[in-house]
């Protein structure tokens, strides 16, 4: 058990829906990292927030945004859903110099 | 520009014969350097981890990983393989800031 837990564990929605997916990190760690990972694209670093604040981007759509609120969870929004936007959804939190994943929640659109 | 490059997506090993997974870095500044695994419909886990000190690392479940700057390769190998080792495998890099991920590489195990 990495300590980071993610709600909920399966998500089957349609298409042009919105969908928020929560991480809660390790107790002390500051940083929240999401990740998608998808049969065709790997694993892709999404975005990461670092005690509130947003700190790095990655390869997030205009569609998904994310927060992260005083007591340090995090919260991944998608909308306006896509077939290509089903995936598993990691939360990571990071401390001593390494990520510690989150069981992740898989996305089903239909 | 920092990243990983993992060398074979797809690796395949008779039960018993030595696993190599091959990883190769680009860092501008001294790299952490992991391996996670992640087994199907699960999270990643960590493997091993270098950060400093000693160049020969080992991990959970007999892994282990060499550091080699002059190479800038940090490889994974086992000794003898089984079958529960069937799994995707990371390599991930930190340099303080970011971590980067390589694209994974599937390693099958042949009974």
């Known amino acids: 058990d990495s300590g980071v837990t993610q709600t909920p564990k399966h998500l089957i929605t349609a298409t042009g829906q919105r969908v928020t997916l929560r991480c809660s990190p390790r107790s002390g760690d500051l940083s929240v990292y999401w990740y998608q990972q998808s049969l065709d694209q790997g694993l892709q670093f999404l975005i990461q927030?670092?005690?509130?604040?947003?700190?790095a981007k990655g390869n997030i759509l205009e569609r998904f945004s994310a927060q992260q609120f005083p007591d340090l969870h995090s919260e991944l929004n998608l909308s306006s859903l896509e077939l290509g936007d089903s995936a598993l959804y990691f939360c990571?939190?990071?401390?001593?110099?390494?990520?510690?994943f989150g069981p992740g929640t898989r996305l089903t659109v239909l | 520009a920092q990243s990983v490059t993992q060398l074979g997506s797809h690796v395949s090993v008779s039960e018993g014969a030595l696993v190599l997974l091959r990883c190769n870095y680009s860092s501008s500044v001294p790299p952490y350097l992991f391996w996670y695994v992640q087994y199907p419909n699960q999270g990643l886990q960590l493997l091993l981890k270098y950060t400093t000190g000693a160049t020969l690392v080992k991990g959970i479940n007999g892994f282990e990983a060499e550091f080699k700057k002059s190479e800038t390769s940090f490889h994974l190998t086992k000794p003898s393989a089984h079958m529960s080792d069937a799994a995707e495998y990371f390599c991930a890099l930190n340099t303080g800031n970011q971590f980067y991920f390589g694209t994974g590489t599937s390693l099958t195990v042949i009974p």
């Open positions: 927030y670092y005690n509130g604040e947003e700190r």
């Open positions: 990571a939190s990071s401390g001593e110099g390494e990520q510690f």
